[in-house]
């Protein structure tokens, strides 16, 4: 009985594994299947295989879980897509230096392990998502180089780890922010965003959330 009983404990974590995995390798399909890939890049992401693990420009950890998702300057264009914020323990999204459109995802801010939001040098607009405030351990936001308009959000302040910040060359509005880690990131990091405002003085300028 205990034999039987190791056996199905054995079988449900294969079943728990393949379903975890295949979560995942679909989440990250249905990136592919937004993008235009006229170099092959993403031409290993087989769907039919348990796990994305074995796929170009995939880093797991030892459970087979994504932790890394490397694709930048890979002469990507399209968009991103909300099913990425599934990937729980991402630690790292690089996807700078293509001709990515459309917006950044909300569900983004689902990925609590993100050390790395490397998103710099494409063509994403839109408003940077107020949801992004939710990465506790995010210390890279690089999302310099854009058309990203709206305001920096707030949320942002409260990321204790955050280190580098690089908003410069979009259309953001409002002030930049000066509390929580925003206090050490250098100026020329929101530079040539013309409707950008200084620094806010904390208790003498008003933040302006009507801009868009």
Request: hydrophobic residues 35%.
């Amino acid at each position: 009985m205990a034999a039987l009983g190791w056996v199905l404990s054995l079988s449900l974590a294969a079943t728990l594994g393949f379903v975890i995995g295949n979560s995942e390798g679909d989440a990250l399909y249905t990136l592919r299947r937004s993008l235009t890939d006229p170099d092959n890049v993403l031409q290993s992401w087989d769907p039919t295989l348990v796990n994305p693990c074995t796929w170009f420009h995939i880093t797991c950890n030892q459970d087979n879980r994504v932790t890394r998702l490397d694709l930048g300057n890979s002469n990507l264009s399209g968009h991103l897509v909300p099913e990425l914020g599934k990937l729980e323990h991402l630690q790292y999204l690089e996807l700078y230096k293509n001709h990515i459109e459309g917006t950044i995802p909300s569900e983004l801010g689902n990925l609590k392990s993100l050390i790395s939001l490397d998103l710099y040098n494409n063509n994403i607009s839109g408003t940077i998502p107020p949801s992004l405030g939710k990465l506790k351990s995010l210390v890279f936001l690089r999302l310099n180089d854009n058309r990203l308009n709206g305001p920096i959000p707030r949320e942002l302040t409260g990321i204790s780890t955050l280190k580098v910040v690089d908003v410069s060359n979009n259309d953001l509005c409002g002030t930049i922010p000066t509390s929580g880690p925003f206090e050490h990131i250098p100026l020329n990091n929101f530079e040539n965003n013309p409707r950008l405002e200084g620094p806010e003085l904390l208790g003498l300028a008003t933040y302006d959330t009507s801009c868009s």
